[in-house]
């Protein structure tokens, strides 16, 4: 039967604006447009069909709700409160204050219940797609044959115009709609304002249609200021349709019962003002002098949330039993995938080489990645549509497809910057361990995912081919000269530029063994030698960040030359010209600079001695990452300016990548 709302839904709504109102008013700072508007869906989804317990916010099947709007982060909090998750009143009134648990916009692990964190508009959108890809592939892992389901619940996004005129909206959209994820619903706040006006002036294109052309099935609310049951009713024939994602559009008013305000960019993103805050609570029939008020009714009606919640959680419990009944060893490894633990043995089959083997590093991840996931099923991925060349699919595994849910290797297409947030969103979701493959000289395509990635200290793996001038004929388009010094720059992300196989083979090893945060692997398309020595000191070294690949003999070291990746085979071989001329040099391999700075000062100074001042440093890339390591008798020898088309050893000779060019270097600083 059609839901009825009473007069309690209703106060329950204003609540919610209200709540939002006195939060902005409070920190004089915020965004109340669209919590006014976007209250009555919010309370709708909440209230009638979000399955979550805030007594136990990461119970694992609950349902999960990305605020992609993330500057209506009032909206999400009001909602968190009311819905008894641990985010009291007085964190309410601490809005967007020093330590509180309600900032500008939501972070995740920072406050309960908060899903993901948002902000960058769009990123939720995909985000919500990643869940929902994660759901479907848990399901088709942990579910067993004649038994109830042990993963089955949905995700939704609350998105709003920007959110949908973001490029990375497109591209989420358009691989959400192939996959055909039933289980993920947007709610789309259509209020027809941005920040700085009318959407009328840059955004005029049917989105429904848009989302259609996609795939998705479109619900259209035409009043989603008042019409509960109408937003009801959209979110359950919604939720009826599930071989498709579901867009529901509702037509709101931005700033919903402001006077002076309400359909106006000026209720966007900044206080109402005293006066004009009064004004909205009066239209409101708000019937409370005292800001933060939340009636007694309300209280009792947001209290079945936790109820439906508990009752969810605890039919859960009593499935996750059966399943222990009837397989204890399915449910094993579901208890271990849901909590991420790794299983023993996971890096058992790790290939190492020895010198005289060559082989591009990219060939050596590729090698690795599938020793690895032939031992831990929750390694999942893909790339945009560049595994013959990134060498990121996992063989002997299907596709993740509509067909086939149990697949790992997910095609992204062409959709970098999707990609990048999915993969985020498959690490928040938890379960599965996701990476995700590209070209290092598009990185920047995935940049905003990879920063949030760091901040919010995800398990995702990067994986960046093609790293250096060495891509050659391609040209200056395809040489990523600055990308690797641009994502060391990123607070969190642990960059590692492997100088061998046996490197490549520790940076995997270190990367899916870390307890948290991302990391990108940074490889060559070009063939390097097995390096002496890094079969036994890799797995360390890449831990450390630096280490000394190759010692002086003869007396303590006169210079220390320092190289990443494919130019250590540089360092190795001016050391031994150096030699032959009776100059002693230390060579350093740094794999990873964030490990190495994170190490004691103790070992950082073992490895470069302060006594030693003579140093050159070697990259093909800019050289600006360096200076920290070289002093004032220091030389970086790099790339700072773009490339060149043409086969990448001529490059590489051109642009003075050669042993005797770090001999003459050696030379010149020595005196």
């Known amino acids: 039967m059609p839901w009825t709302p009473d007069a309690i839904d209703r106060l329950a709504v ?13 920190a004089n700072s915020g ?38 709007a993330g500057h209506g982060s009032a909206l999400l909090y009001a909602l968190l409160h009311l819905a008894g998750y641990d985010l009291p009143l007085d964190q309410l009134k601490a809005f967007r204050q020093w330590g509180s648990k309600t900032p500008g916009h939501p972070e995740f692990g920072h406050t309960p219940g908060v899903e993901a964190t948002t902000g960058p508009l769009g990123q939720g959108s995909a985000v919500a797609v990643g869940m929902a890809i994660a759901e479907r592939m848990l399901a088709a892992r942990l579910d067993a044959p004649g038994l109830p389901g042990l993963v089955n619940h949905r995700t939704f996004a609350l998105v709003s115009d920007g959110d949908l005129m973001e490029g990375i909206s497109a591209e989420a959209g358009s691989l959400a709609g192939h996959l055909g994820l039933g289980k993920l619903l947007y709610l789309y706040d259509a209020n027809d304002v941005s920040l700085d006006g009318p959407t009328s002036v840059t955004f005029t294109e049917d989105v429904g249609r848009r989302y259609e052309a996609y795939g998705w099935h479109v619900v259209r609310v035409a009043d989603g200021d008042t019409d509960l049951a109408a937003i009801d009713a959209a979110i359950e024939a919604a939720l009826a349709v599930t071989d498709r994602p579901s867009l529901v559009i509702v037509q709101t008013t931005i700033g919903y019962g402001s006077p002076g305000k309400a359909g106006k960019s000026d209720a966007h993103g900044a206080p109402l003002g005293a006066k004009e805050a009064a004004a909205t609570k009066q239209a409101l029939d708000w019937p409370y002098d005292e800001p933060f008020t939340v009636p007694d009714a309300v209280r ?11 009752a969810a959680q605890q039919d859960w419990m009593r499935r996750l039993g059966a399943l222990q009944a009837a397989d204890p060893e399915r449910a094993e490894q579901a ?56 060498k990121t699919r996992i063989k002997g595994s299907e596709d993740f497809q509509p067909a086939t849910p149990g697949g790992r290797n997910i095609r992204f297409g062409v959709r970098e910057h999707a990609m990048g947030a999915i993969a985020n969103g498959i690490a928040y979701h938890r379960g599965l361990r996701p990476f995700a493959g590209t070209f290092l000289a598009f990185a920047d395509y995935m940049r905003t995912p990879i920063r ?10 990067y994986v960046f081919t093609h790293d250096s001038l060495a891509v050659g004929e391609d040209g200056p388009t395809h040489q990523p000269i600055e990308q690797v010094a641009s994502l060391r720059a990123i607070p969190g992300l642990v960059v ?22 991302p990391a990108a692997l940074v490889l060559t398309r070009q063939k390097l030698p ?22 002086t003999e003869g007396g303590a070291p006169q210079a220390i030359l320092l190289a990443s990746g494919s130019e250590v085979q540089l360092a190795l071989a001016a050391r031994e010209l150096l030699a032959a001329e009776g100059v002693r040099a230390r060579v350093v391999s740094v794999p990873s600079m964030e490990n190495f700075d994170d190490q004691d000062e103790a070992y950082r100074r073992a490895v470069l001695p302060p006594e030693i001042p003579v140093r050159v440093a ?54």
């Open 14 to 26: 204003n609540t919610i604006r209200t709540l939002a109102v006195d939060m902005v008013e409070k």
């Open 31 to 68: 965004h109340p447009g669209l919590p006014l508007g976007a209250a009555p869906m919010a309370y709708v989804l909440w209230q009638r069909h979000l399955v979550v317990n805030p007594a136990d916010p990461k119970w694992p099947d609950r349902d999960r709700f990305v605020l992609s």
């Open 300 to 310: 009792e009606r947001f209290a079945a949330i936790g109820q439906r919640g508990l």
């Open 335 to 390: 208890r271990g995938m849901l909590a991420d633990r790794l299983p023993d043995g996971w890096d058992a089959a790790v290939p190492s080489w020895k010198p005289g083997d060559a082989l591009a590093t990219r060939d050596a991840s590729g090698l690795v990645l599938n020793a690895i996931a032939e031992h831990l099923p929750a390694l999942v991925g893909g790339d945009a549509d560049l595994s013959g060349s990134t």
């Open 452 to 461: 949030l990635a760091s901040l919010d200290r995800l398990h995702t793996v």
């Open 496 to 517: 590692v530029r492997p100088a061998d196989a046996n490197e490549t083979a520790a940076a995997w090893r270190w990367a899916v063994g870390r307890s948290k945060g």
């Open 530 to 551: 097995v390096l002496p020595g890094t079969q036994r000191m890799a797995d360390e070294g890449v831990l450390r960040g630096a280490y000394v690949l190759a010692e």
């Open 618 to 671: 070697i990259e093909a890339g800019i050289t600006m990452p360096w200076y920290r390591y070289l002093g004032a008798r220091g030389r970086a020898l790099g790339v700072d300016r773009f490339g060149h088309s043409a086969p990448g050893e001529l490059v590489l000779e051109r642009y003075g990548f050669s042993a005797a060019a770090v001999v003459e270097a050696v030379k010149s600083l020595l005196g």
